[in-house]
């Protein structure tokens, strides 16, 4: 973990705490290129009646608003959790470069715990990955919203 992912990573956290203040699970990203922020995004698929609106795919889509294409090379994506089977099909779709996540999803997690991906011999893109930066912060997160829900 490099001293940027942890800052980026902490910019996420503050973005997942705008979902939990919405009612949404708290999960944010942030996609980052040349270490500047590209585009931001917060689970939102309650507000918008949305299925697909999970952090991940919320930032790509304002990235690609942004960056007028829908290949975001050379761009990293920094979120909370790690990302489903949905997002990370978006992100290889988008080209993104490199994934760091935070809390690992044992459950639904496409990179490495529920199953690998991005290992699939059907992908045609491959990206970096980094798991486990501020895990323990963007878990407690997670685990203290849905505590207060039970």
């Known amino acids: 973990m490099t001293p940027e992912d942890e800052a980026w990573m902490r910019y996420a956290i503050r973005l997942a705490q705008r979902a939990e203040a919405a009612g949404e699970v708290p999960v944010g990203a942030v996609l980052v290129k040349d270490n500047q922020c590209v585009s931001e995004g917060?689970?939102?698929p309650i507000s918008l009646n949305d299925p697909s609106a999970h952090a991940e795919i919320n930032a790509?889509?304002?990235a690609g608003q942004k960056l007028a294409n829908y290949r975001l090379l050379e761009t990293t994506l920094y979120v909370t959790?790690?990302?489903c089977l949905m997002c990370v099909g978006a992100l290889v779709q988008a080209?993104?470069?490199r994934l760091v996540f935070g809390a690992y999803d044992p459950k639904r997690g496409a990179v490495e715990s529920a199953f690998n991906f991005t290992e699939s011999r059907f992908v045609n893109h491959r990206f970096?990955?980094?798991g486990g930066v501020l895990a323990e912060a963007c878990g407690?997160?997670?685990?203290?919203?849905f505590l207060a829900r039970r």
């Open 42 to 44: 917060w689970n939102s």
């Open 60 to 62: 790509l889509r304002q």
């Open 81 to 83: 959790l790690e990302p």
């Open 95 to 97: 080209r993104v470069t």
């Open 128 to 130: 970096e990955y980094t």
């Open 140 to 145: 407690e997160l997670l685990k203290d919203f």
